[in-house]
C-alpha cells in the first residue's frame, strides 16, 4: 500500500529543515573532527530516521521503498556521515532481520534498532572476498546448541558503535561458493567477538569503517537468519534494497551539487560576467542536471516497482551503475566550476568530491552493477522474457 501523501510530504519536510539548519552548518566540523556530534544522533533518534524501514509493529515508521529513496535523496543533501550514522540500522544492518527474521528475532531486535539504541551492521565484506563475495571463508560450525564462528570481516561500516552484526559464514565448509554460506545475527558483547581501529579513509569522515573479527565467538542457533545454507540469499535480497537507497542518497548529493554549482557561478565573475553566462560553464551545469533528473526518475520508478512486489535486482543495480556514477561526474564538475576555490578545504567542494568516491564502491561496485545486469539479461532472454 502507497504511504499516505500528507504523512510523506511532512516527513520529507521535517528531513530537509533537520538537515539545512542542523546537518550542513556542522559539515566542516564533522570533516575535521571525525565524529559526528551525539545532539545530531539524538535528533536523528527523535525524528524517527533510525526506524525508516522497521515495520510499524516494531516502532519502526515502516516507510515503503518509494517513500525511503525519498528521504535518503533529502539525507544525500549533506555530508554523506550524517546519513551513515543511521544508514546501517535503515538499510543493510536491519534488513536481513526485516526480511527473513523469525517473529522471536523481530521482536528482540527491531525495537531497538528501530529506535537506535541498537546499532545493526552488515558483515559481508572479507580480506579475501570484496566483489566475490559467494568466496566468503568465515566459518560458522554447529556445535549443539550453537554456530562457533572465526574468520575475519573487513571493512564494516559502523562497526566500531555496532551492537548487533548480520554476519554471512560459511556452515558447509566443504561445499564452496555461495551455497555454504548461512546468514547470523550475531551480538558485539559475545565473547570472541571484536571489533578493529577505525580505517583512515579518502572521505566520509564522520562515518567509520573495521575489521571485525570472531574467534571461537558461540553464536545460539535460533540466531540463525533464514535456513541453512540460504544466506547468500538473503544477503543479495538485502543488497537489491540497499544499493535502492544508496543511489538516492548519491542522487541527494548530486542535487546539493548542482545547487552550490549555480550560486557560485551565479556570483563568481569573469570577464566581465558571472560564469554562469558563460556556455561552457552552462554545459557543465545543464549535463549534471540532466543526468541527476534521469537518475531520479529511475530510483523512483524502481522503487515504485519494487513496493508493487516486482523482483527489482536489475532496476536496483541499473540505477546504482547510473546514479553513483552520475554523482561522481557531477562531483568533478563542481571542482570544475569552482575552479581553484574547488580545490581549497574551506569551501566544502573537495570534501563532497572525496565523500562521493566511495558510491561507485560500496554495495557492490559499478563493475559488479554491470556484471549483475548482464546476467540478469541473459537470464530474461532465456525465459523469453525480454
Ligand atoms: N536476490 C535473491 N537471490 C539472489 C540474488 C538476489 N539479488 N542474486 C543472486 N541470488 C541467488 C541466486 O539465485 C543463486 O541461487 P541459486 O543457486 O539457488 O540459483 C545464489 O544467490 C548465488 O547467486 P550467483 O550464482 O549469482 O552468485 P555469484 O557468486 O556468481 O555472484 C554476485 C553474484 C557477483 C552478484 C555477488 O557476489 C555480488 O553481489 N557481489 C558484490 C558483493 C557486494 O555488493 N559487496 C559489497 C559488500 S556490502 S557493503
Not at 560450525?141 to 554456530?147: A, K, L, N, S
Request: proline content about 3%; glycine content about 10%; aromatic content about 6%.
Amino acid at each position: 500500500m502507497a504511504f499516505d501523501a500528507e504523512i510523506r510530504q511532512a516527513l520529507i519536510e521535517q528531513v530537509r529543515r533537520f538537515v539545512t539548519e542542523k546537518c550542513i552548518p556542522l559539515e566542516n566540523q564533522v570533516g575535521e573532527t571525525d565524529e559526528v556530534p551525539q545532539e545530531i544522533v539524538d535528533e536523528m533518534k527523535q525524528l524517527g530516521l533510525f526506524g525508516l524501514a522497521v515495520p510499524e509493529e516494531f516502532g519502526g515508521l515502516g516507510l515503503d521503498m518509494e517513500t525511503e529513496c525519498l528521504v535518503a535523496l533529502e539525507l544525500g543533501r549533506t555530508s554523506p556521515a550524517f546519513r551513515s550514522v543511521a544508514g546501517t540500522n535503515i538499510g543493510i544492518g536491519s534488513q536481513a532481520l526485516v526480511l527473513f527474521g523469525t517473529p522471536a528475532q523481530k521482536d528482540k531486535w527491531l525495537p531497538g534498532i528501530a529506535a537506535g539504541d541498537l546499532i545493526s551492521s552488515f558483515a559481508l565484506t572479507e580480506p579475501g572476498a570484496g566483489s566475490d563475495a559467494g568466496s566468503l571463508t568465515t566459518k560458522a560450525i554447529r556445535d549443539g546448541d550453537h554456530y562457533v564462528l572465526n574468520g575475519t570481516k573487513r571493512y564494516i561500516t559502523n562497526a566500531n558503535k555496532a551492537d548487533l552484526f548480520t554476519v554471512m559464514a560459511r556452515t558447509a565448509p566443504d561445499v564452496k561458493g555461495p551455497k555454504g554460506v548461512s546468514a547470523f545475527v550475531v551480538e558485539r558483547n559475545t565473547p570472541g567477538v571484536s571489533v578493529g581501529q577505525p580505517e583512515k579513509k579518502m572521505g566520509q569522515q564522520g562515518a567509520h569503517v573495521c575489521d571485525v573479527i570472531f574467534e571461537d565467538a558461540r553464536v545460539p542457533v535460533e540466531n540463525l537468519i533464514g535456513k541453512e545454507g540460504e544466506g547468500f540469499k538473503v544477503a543479495m535480497s538485502v543488497l537489491d534494497k540497499g544499493r535502492l537507497h544508496i543511489s538516492a542518497v548519491a542522487t541527494g548529493m548530486s542535487e546539493r551539487l548542482i545547487k552550490e554549482m549555480v550560486t557560485y557561478a551565479s556570483e563568481r565573475v569573469q570577464g566581465g560576467k558571472p560564469i554562469i553566462d558563460h556556455q561552457l560553464i552552462q554545459a557543465l551545469l545543464a549535463d549534471s542536471q540532466a543526468e541527476t533528473y534521469a537518475a531520479r526518475c529511475m530510483i523512483m520508478d524502481a522503487a515504485r516497482r519494487r513496493d508493487a512486489g516486482e523482483n527489482v535486482t536489475i532496476l536496483a543495480s541499473s540505477a546504482k551503475l547510473f546514479a553513483t556514477e552520475a554523482n561522481g561526474k557531477v562531483a568533478d564538475r563542481a571542482v570544475q566550476v569552482f575552479g581553484g576555490a574547488g580545490y581549497i578545504t574551506d569551501y566544502g567542494i573537495e570534501r563532497f568530491y572525496r565523500d562521493a568516491r566511495i558510491f561507485r564502491l560500496y554495495e557492490g561496485t559499478s563493475q559488479i552493477q554491470q556484471i549483475i545486469i548482464a546476467r540478469e539479461l541473459k537470464r530474461a532472454a532465456q525465459a523469453d522474457q525480454l
